[in-house]
């Protein structure tokens, strides 16, 4: 990307938006290469953060109300166009502090910026009449799916989706949450420090934390910038969501222990796993992809651990690679749609379909099928998603079940829903083999 030392907040919003629409870009590290290549004031890049993440979020919602709005069909208008009205519309609709005259004035400044000033009329026209008219009320809709999915900025396949599965309320409820600002949450090294201790040095360092809800080792970041901490840099904590972390702990390791993280990046459960067996015993982190073992074992380093070794490798072969019955432990937290997270990456509902859920469904059996070969009679093999599709999830799992009837046991099943705990949607089983542990 190139230089934007000399855009406005709203011109590197607009870039940042115009990759993620058009160019598919990740939102989080299309946002970060942005904000660390700009010369923005800390009060800006928030500004930006905002605009970028509440125009991604309600996004459907925006089209919506623009399409309402506009004589000509807005999924017609021009790319640059398109990006400056979805920007300027999230602006008066969602952000309060905002005046109506700068949102506006702005929106039109920015079309002659970038290139659009033959436009600039029709793009004060169309923000002046969403100003004035407003959100319509949604509460007219008939069809429960439309209107959650309008109200909440959500596809409508995926409201079906959940309604189905959960029913109307939940599919709301976790919806509404997904709106909300994602928490930012550290999980304490318990080789190195405890959570009273590392809250203390935190706070010395100007940053402010909570105890978290689910996990002992948790805590929430209330004020300030952990990751510049002195703290972070000696690896006294990692960021870990609270859900992510009872993926691990339903593995029961203990030391000395013989661990498969199947599909390990970017590496937080497979550290949490070592400092859960006091880092004694053998973790293998694999992961298909090469620059992502490199990012685990630079956490490694950071956190001071030894028994970790990472592995580059497809997980559907690893019964090729390994005899059978290797691994006292196996996780499997499995490639999957992502559909739990979407509050702190909200581009996934947009970028996700039907067709690919079923997909990653097939790879994700393929993948249990492979680690449960490796595992060992009496161990514990946890499959686990950040997502909150059945056919991922409960439909994955019963599939496998289903053919290894006599030799698996299923100890627990759990999903976690982002309204819950206030952390990421997580899906998390628990099985046993069963036979005599050697």
Request: aromatic content about 8%; charged content about 25%; overall charge negative.
């Amino acid at each position: 990307m190139a230089k934007t030392t000399n855009h406005t907040p709203r011109m590197n919003a607009a870039h940042i938006l115009d990759r993620v629409f058009f160019e598919e870009a990740y939102s989080h590290l299309a946002l970060n290469e942005a904000l660390q290549d700009s010369s923005l004031s800390e009060v800006d890049n928030r500004f930006v953060t905002e605009v970028v993440y509440g125009t991604i979020k309600r996004l459907n919602t925006l089209d919506y109300v623009l399409e309402q709005t506009m004589k000509q069909p807005f999924r017609k208008t021009d790319r640059r166009v398109k990006t400056i009205l979805r920007m300027s519309a999230y602006q008066l609709l969602y952000m309060d502090r905002i005046p109506e005259r700068a949102a506006i004035n702005e929106g039109v400044e920015l079309a002659k910026r970038w290139g659009r000033g033959g436009l600039k009329g029709f793009v004060n026209g169309v923000l002046r009449t969403v100003a004035r008219q407003g959100l319509p009320d949604f509460k007219r809709i008939s069809d429960p799916v439309q209107r959650i999915a309008l109200e909440t900025s959500h596809p409508e396949w995926l409201v079906r989706k959940w309604v189905q599965a959960y029913g109307e309320d939940v599919c709301r409820a976790m919806c509404e949450t997904n709106l909300k600002r994602a928490y930012t949450t550290l999980r304490v090294n318990r080789l190195q420090t405890d959570r009273d201790t590392l809250q203390r040095d935190l706070q010395a360092e100007g940053i402010e934390t909570s105890a978290g809800n689910l996990s002992p080792d948790s805590l929430i970041v209330t004020e300030g910038q952990a990751m510049h901490s002195a703290s972070f840099a000696k690896g006294a904590f990692s960021f870990q969501d609270e859900s992510s972390m009872l993926v691990t702990q339903a593995l029961d390791v203990e030391a000395g222990l013989n661990v498969l993280d199947a599909c390990a990046a970017p590496g937080g459960k497979t550290t949490y796993i070592a400092e859960r067996m006091y880092d004694e015993g053998q973790v293998l982190a694999n992961d298909i992809h090469p620059h992502k073992s490199m990012l685990i074992e630079q956490q490694v380093q950071r956190l001071g651990l030894e028994s970790v070794t990472t592995r580059t490798e497809d997980a559907t072969d690893l019964d090729d690679t390994f005899e059978a019955e290797t691994f006292d432990r196996v996780l499997v937290d499995a490639p999957c749609s992502g559909l739990g997270v979407v509050r702190a990456k909200p581009d996934i509902k947009w970028q996700m379909n039907p067709e690919q859920i079923k997909e990653l469904s097939a790879l994700q059996l393929r993948i249990l099928e492979a680690a449960a070969y490796v595992l060992k009679p009496g161990g514990t093999l946890v499959y686990s998603t950040c997502t909150l599709m059945p056919e991922e999830n409960e439909e994955v799992v019963d599939a496998f079940l289903q053919k290894h009837y006599t030799s698996f046991a299923k100890d627990e099943v759990r999903s976690i829903f982002p309204q819950q705990y206030d952390s990421d949607g997580f899906f998390i089983a628990a099985m046993t083999k069963r036979g005599d542990k050697r």
